[in-house]
């Protein structure tokens, strides 16, 4: 039976740590700020945005939040995010995605001073993850180390599949994965023999947003399987892409949806935010 890695207990940790760099900076007169801006009223977003807000207590970092009509356009969107750029009691700045259809989320991304892009997904951001010499790592691939570095598990030399190729998870994580000296394949839903490459990985990084979508069958034994996956069935429960009960037998270790990679994302946007007002104070990291 697999290791049951707790993303509860290792975000707790890392908040707690996040705390306390938070408090440093608060002697030499800095109190960390997070903006948060959400444009329409889509239900899971709200609760994301809350769990933002509530672990910003948690931290000692000011929350500001921004809650948008639907209707709002991209030029207002851009203004307040501009106004954002500027004030300096704003550290860090996020805008939730996805953003209604009219609003084009490159725009809003690029908009955003790097400096205070929390989320990493600026190009400039992406282009330093590349280069393995970013100081914001974008929040969810970051997570998924942090939780392969808490269960002692050394990417080095390992065999790592990442399932899904998006800009947020996909793409990152593979970069990240390969920094960490893993053989990395990526693959989407145009992969051919996905079952067989799965069954070749140490480490199994699902990112796909579909309920049971790795089975028994695509687990080498022993593999540590990260269930990035986020899914909500039909009667209001969450899960996530792993068939867990097959495939924990299987494994050598596992993440829980709820409570693995989940609350891991917002303790790395937790350490971005002190991250980055330590870059923009000129203050070590
Ligand atoms: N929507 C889903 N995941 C994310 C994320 O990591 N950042 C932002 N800004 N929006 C999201």
């Given amino acids: 039976m697999a290791i049951i890695i707790d993303g509860k207990a290792v975000s707790a940790a890392i908040k707690q740590r996040v705390a306390q760099q938070a408090a440093a900076l608060q002697k030499q007169n800095i ?9 329409g ?3 899971a977003s709200q609760i994301y945005v809350n769990n933002k807000k509530k672990a910003c207590e948690v931290c000692g970092i000011r929350s500001f939040s921004y809650s948008l009509p639907a209707q ?3 030029d207002e969107l851009l203004e307040l995010i501009g106004a954002l750029n500027q004030n300096p009691d704003v550290n860090g700045i996020l805008v939730q995605l996805p953003v209604p259809r009219h609003i084009q989320p490159d725009a809003v991304i690029n908009a955003i001073d790097p400096l205070k892009d929390v989320d990493a997904f600026h190009p400039v951001n992406v282009g330093k993850i590349m280069q393995g010499t970013a100081s914001l790592l974008p929040c969810t691939p970051a997570g998924v180390i942090e939780l392969i570095d808490s ?6 030399g390992k065999d790592c599949v990442v399932i899904g190729r998006s800009n947020i998870v996909g793409k990152p994580m593979a970069m990240l994965m390969m920094h960490r000296n893993a053989t990395v394949t990526i693959c989407h839903s145009k ?4 079952t067989a490459k ?8 699902s ?8 089975t028994a069958d695509m687990i080498k034994p022993g593999a540590v399987v990260i269930d990035v996956g986020i899914n ?36 790395m946007l937790m350490q971005n935010t002190v991250t980055a007002a330590k870059l923009q104070n000129h203050i070590a990291i």
């Avoid at 992969?191 to 996905?194: D, P």
């Fill in 31 to 39: 109190q960390p700020g997070l903006a948060v801006i959400l444009v």
């Fill in 41 to 43: 009223d889509d239900p």
């Fill in 72 to 74: 709002t356009t991209q």
């Fill in 151 to 156: 269960a002692g598990i050394d990417p080095a």
């Fill in 191 to 194: 992969t051919q023999n996905l």
């Fill in 198 to 205: 799965c069954r070749q990985a140490d480490i199994l990084i």
């Fill in 207 to 214: 990112s796909v947003g579909k309920p049971h979508f790795v």
């Fill in 232 to 267: 909500r069935q039909k009667d209001g429960k969450l899960c996530g892409d792993v068939e867990f009960e097959a495939v924990a037998p299987i494994a050598g270790a596992i993440t829980p949806v709820p409570g693995g990679v989940g609350p891991m994302t917002i303790a």
